[in-house]
C-alpha cells in the first residue's frame, strides 16, 4: 500500500506544496497532467491539491474527483488541500468576493463526502501572496507539518 499526492498546478506555487507534503508522509507526487490509471492501483492515502480559481478547483482536479470510483473511494483514505490567497491581503472589493465564492479544497472535500469518501483531514489552504506567488513564508513548513498534526 502507497500513499500519494495528486496535484495541478499553473504558477507551480500548489507543486511545491504537493511535493512537501508528499516528502513528509514517503508519498509520491504526481501532476494530474502525468497521472496514469495504475497509479491509483492500491493506495493507502491519497492527497489532492489545487489551485483555488474564481473559488473553485481547476477543471482537471474537478474532473478526476468527479470520475474516482466509490469502490476507490471506500478503500482508500483522502485528504484534500488548495492553495489561494489569504483574505486579509487583498482590498475590500476582492476580499468580500473571494469569501463569496469560497475555495477549492473544501468543496472538493464535499464532492468527495457526498461520494462517501473517508476524508481524514479538514480540508486545508495554503498561501499565495499573489496570483503566480511566491508562497507565504511558513507555508512550505507548514506542509510539511500538516500530517504530523492529523
Ligand atoms: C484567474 C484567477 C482566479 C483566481 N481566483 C482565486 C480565488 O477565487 N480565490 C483565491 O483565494 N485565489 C484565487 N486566485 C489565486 C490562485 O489561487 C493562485 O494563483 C494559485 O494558488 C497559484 O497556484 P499555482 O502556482 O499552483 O498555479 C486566482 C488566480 C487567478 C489567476
Do not use: C
Amino acid at each position: 500500500m502507497t500513499n500519494l499526492v495528486v496535484y495541478d498546478s499553473v504558477y507551480g506555487n500548489t507543486k511545491l506544496i504537493a511535493q512537501n507534503i508528499a516528502k513528509s508522509i514517503s508519498a509520491k507526487s504526481i501532476n494530474i497532467n502525468d497521472l496514469k490509471n495504475s497509479d491509483l492501483g492500491n493506495l493507502n492515502l491519497l492527497v489532492i491539491g489545487s489551485p483555488t480559481y474564481g473559488g473553485q478547483a481547476t477543471p482537471k482536479i474537478r474532473q478526476f474527483v468527479k470520475d474516482l470510483s466509490k469502490e476507490f473511494l471506500i478503500n482508500t483514505k483522502i485528504a484534500v488541500f488548495d492553495t489561494r490567497f489569504l483574505e486579509r491581503d487583498l482590498n475590500f472589493a476582492l476580499k468580500l468576493l473571494v469569501k463569496t465564492i469560497g475555495y477549492a479544497a473544501p468543496k472538493i472535500a464535499k464532492l468527495l463526502a457526498d461520494k462517501g469518501a473517508k476524508i481524514i483531514a479538514p480540508p486545508e489552504g495554503f498561501i499565495v501572496k499573489g496570483k503566480e506567488g511566491p508562497l507565504g513564508p511558513e507555508e512550505l513548513v507548514r506542509a510539511q507539518k500538516w500530517f504530523k498534526n492529523i
